[in-house]
């Protein structure tokens, strides 16, 4: 058997019929699918006894032991070489399995691949999800955040058993701590161009519940040993946490504390070490990406508190620290104006991702599947 699909659901009662039922729909059939409950409640594992196929292998949990432990029971009983992912509240696209595999074929030997996602929640589509292929590109996206999709990700079982699983003290950021791992030991990660997945948003999700907090906690823990490994320094806890809080605490930071977490965040890139051998264009890009996005969700949510004159300094502070960009001068502009034009500037942009999203679900046939689910 070649691949293991491994969910896991805890009170997944309301959407979990959808996702079994999408796995089971796929063009591929060489796969088991283990199935993690963890002491569910609610019915969900009544309904993913009724969905009966040969393919399905349960596992109840005795008692609640939570996502990342209920994940590595499943990692260690999965008997295919590799383990596909999705979480109970997804849909799987019927080409995921298929076009996974096809491009391990040939493309090489790899521990994770990972591939393209799109996000929706009840109101609709969200946006598309592409995850880095080139190793100098996932070696710097993960400074700050996971570097690639979790949900429809194939990993080489012996490669993740290898280094340890998922870390059980990460309930939120596990897939982050594994990438993070993996790449410190030297791991190969790529991703696969195609759209595979939709991931649904919601509020009764664990990362929605627990979403600043504890994200921040164990994001900074991660990243403090990733940037260790790039650059040799052991970066002060506050200091990381500061710099994460940059990203995850849009408006949690007064400008004095946020420009340090700035600063900060750009002391790393200067120290990374010499013998990892990276592209000096490929730096620059990430590291103005990088702090750009701190800006940009910052600007963001000024916007959305009506605070022109914070966005006008945000603004002001993005373009004397990364250079020109059109985006952040039309922002410094526009935050002279009233609030209606600020209110209006992302509105495009999340028209056209919502379109992106159609036209290239449309072309692998899953926008009828996913369109029926949208409420």
């Not at 969700?297 to 949510?301: D, F, K, S």
């Not at 991702?353 to 009828?368: C, H, V």
């Given at each position: 058997?070649?691949?293991?699909?491994?969910?896991?659901?805890?009170?997944?009662?309301?959407?979990?019929?959808q996702?079994v039922?999408?796995?089971?729909?796929?063009?591929?059939?060489?796969?088991?699918?283990?199935?993690?409950?963890?002491?569910?409640s609610?019915?969900?594992?009544e309904?993913?006894?009724?969905?009966?196929d040969?393919?399905?292998?349960?596992?109840?949990?005795?008692?609640?032991?939570?996502?990342?432990?209920?994940?590595?029971?499943?990692?260690r009983?999965g008997q295919?070489e590799?383990?596909?992912r999705i979480?109970a509240?997804?849909?799987?696209?019927?080409?995921?399995?298929?076009?996974?595999?096809n491009f391990?074929?040939?493309?090489?030997?790899?521990?994770?691949?990972?591939?393209?996602?799109?996000?929706?929640?009840?109101?609709?589509?969200?946006k598309?999800?592409f995850?880095?292929?080139?190793?100098?590109?996932?070696?710097?996206?993960?400074?700050?955040k996971?570097?690639?999709?979790?949900?429809?990700?194939?990993m080489?079982?012996?490669?993740?058993l290898?280094?340890?699983?998922?870390?059980?003290?990460?309930?939120?950021?596990?897939?982050?701590?594994?990438?993070?791992?993996?790449?410190?030991?030297?791991?190969?990660?790529?991703?696969?161009?195609?759209?595979?997945?939709?991931?649904?948003?919601h509020?009764?999700s664990?990362?929605?519940?627990?979403?600043?907090?504890?994200?921040?906690?164990?994001?900074?823990?991660?990243?403090?040993?990733?940037?260790?490994?790039?650059?040799?320094?052991?970066?002060?806890?506050?200091?990381?946490?500061?710099?994460?809080?940059?990203h995850?605490?849009?408006?949690g930071?007064?400008?004095?504390?946020?420009?340090?977490?700035?600063?900060?965040?750009?002391?790393?890139?200067?120290?990374?070490?010499?013998?990892?051998?990276?592209?000096?264009?490929?730096?620059?890009?990430?590291?103005?990406?990088?702090?750009?996005?701190f800006f940009l969700?910052?600007?963001?949510?000024y916007?959305?508190?009506?605070?022109?004159?914070?966005?006008?300094?945000?603004?002001?502070d993005?373009?004397?620290?990364?250079?020109f960009s059109?985006?952040?001068?039309g922002?410094?502009?526009?935050?002279?104006?009233?609030?209606?034009?600020?209110?209006?500037?992302?509105?495009?942009?999340?028209f056209?991702?919502?379109?992106?999203?159609?036209?290239?679900?449309?072309?692998?046939?899953?926008?009828?599947?996913?369109k029926?689910?949208i409420?």
């Open positions: 058997m070649k691949v293991t699909v491994l969910m896991t659901v805890y009170n997944g009662r309301r959407y979990i019929r996702a039922e999408s796995v089971l729909k796929q063009s591929y059939s060489d796969f088991e699918f283990l199935i993690v409950d963890d002491a569910s609610d019915g969900s594992l309904i993913i006894k009724a969905c009966y040969q393919r399905i292998r349960i596992i109840q949990n005795s008692s609640n032991q939570g996502q990342t432990a209920s994940l590595n029971t499943g990692l009983q295919g590799f383990i596909a979480d509240d997804d849909i799987a696209f019927p080409h995921w399995l298929q076009s996974q595999v391990l074929e040939n493309n090489g030997d790899v521990d994770v691949l990972s591939a393209g996602l799109v996000t929706f929640d009840e109101k609709g589509l969200g598309v999800i995850s880095p292929s080139c190793r100098e590109d996932i070696l710097l996206k993960a400074i700050i996971s570097p690639i999709n979790h949900g429809g990700a194939l080489k079982k012996a490669a993740i290898r280094i340890g699983g998922y870390n059980s003290a990460y309930k939120i950021a596990a897939d982050y701590g594994l990438w993070a791992n993996l790449l410190r030991q030297n791991g190969r990660i790529t991703s696969n161009p195609d759209i595979v997945m939709a991931i649904r948003r509020a009764d664990e990362s929605e519940r627990n979403k600043l907090t504890q994200t921040l906690r164990e994001f900074a823990q991660i990243s403090r040993q990733y940037v260790q490994f790039l650059t040799g320094v052991d970066l002060a806890a506050e200091d990381n946490l500061l710099m994460c809080r940059a995850y605490d849009e408006g930071l007064n400008r004095e504390n946020f420009l340090r977490a700035v600063e900060i965040h750009k002391n790393i890139y200067s120290s990374l070490r010499q013998d990892l051998n990276l592209d000096k264009k490929k730096i620059r890009f990430w590291y103005k990406k990088q702090a750009r996005t969700r910052r600007i963001y949510w916007i959305i508190h009506h605070n022109r004159p914070e966005v006008r300094l945000a603004a002001r993005c373009l004397k620290r990364t250079g059109v985006i952040f001068t922002l410094f502009i526009l935050s002279f104006f009233p609030q209606y034009f600020l209110d209006l500037i992302f509105k495009p942009y999340n056209i991702n919502i379109a992106t999203a159609k036209i290239l679900l449309r072309e692998k046939g899953a926008w009828p599947q996913l029926r689910l409420i």
